[in-house]
T-cell receptor
Framework: DTGVSQDPRHKITKRGQNVTFRCDPI?????LYWYRQTLGQGPEFLTY????????KSRLLSDRFSAERPKGSFSTLEIQRTEQGDSAMYLC??????????????FGSGTQLSVL | KQEVTQIPAALSVPEGENLVLNCSFT??????LQWFRQDPGKGLTSLLL?????REQTSGRLNASLDKSSGRSTLYIAASQPGDSATYLC?????????????FGKGTTLSVSS
């Protein structure tokens, strides 16, 4: 499978616990994005990496959230002290450096987080 | 601030009908507009990307148009099939906003009955 891979597919956790998600982008893609989607809404941007550098973070990304892409390949998104409002689908996408006009994003299947 | 709106929120049609999904955006300063498909509980699949200098793109039974000056795009699906049932999302890449993030609409959920 040469697509974007996310693990786990589903995560159920209790409020206050920490969770970590992993994303493996398409191998030749140097851009990696994290989005969050709640039911009935479109995805909302969280953060973006170009290679290993985290170039942009949304105001949605509170200090409980941290993302890394240590070697410019896979990425992890950690949420500390989870809250019920964190329940959502967390989507990862990757792209090659094609310029803003024709950059196409390829999305993974997402990690569905439920905070009880 | 760029906002993207999709109308209708939901649409039900019988198999074989041609249909149009609408997307509007508030700021015409965009690099491109993309249409995605999302199946329940799944990620997004890119369908079509229209650069700001283009007027339309076609892929199989799908045709997307872009009228940047009026802030509108349409996705035309010809001869709909039950397998087309999904949520269709429109997204723009703003030119004037800081950052590179796509701004998404809430989507149109399409149901095609056999």
């Amino acid at each position: 499978d040469t697509g974007v891979s996310q693990d786990p597919r589903h995560k159920i956790t209790k409020r206050g616990q920490n969770v970590t998600f992993r994303c493996d982008p398409i191998s030749e893609h140097n851009r990696l994005y994290w989005y969050r989607q709640t039911l009935g809404q479109g995805p909302e941007f969280l953060t973006y990496f170009q290679n290993e550098a985290q170039l942009e973070k949304s105001r949605l990304l509170s200090d409980r959230f941290s993302a890394e892409r240590p070697k410019g390949s896979f990425s992890t998104l950690e949420i500390q002290r989870t809250e019920q409002g964190d329940s959502a689908m967390y989507l990862c996408a990757s792209s090659s450096l094609g310029g803003s006009a024709n950059e196409k994003l390829f999305f993974g299947s997402g990690t569905q987080l439920s905070v009880l | 601030k760029q906002e993207v709106t999709q109308i209708p929120a939901a649409l039900s049609v019988p198999e074989g009908e041609n249909l149009v999904l609408n997307c509007s955006f508030t700021d015409s300063a965009i690099y491109n507009l993309q249409w995605f498909r999302q199946d329940p509980g799944k990620g997004l699949t890119s369908l079509l990307l229209i650069q700001s200098s283009q007027r339309e793109q076609t892929s199989g039974r799908l045709n997307a148009s872009l009228d940047k000056s009026s802030g509108r795009s349409t996705l035309y699906i010809a001869a709909s099939q039950p397998g087309d049932s999904a949520t269709y999302l429109c997204a723009v890449r703003p030119r004037n906003q800081a950052g590179t993030a796509l701004i998404f609409g809430k989507g149109t959920t399409l149901s095609v009955s056999s």
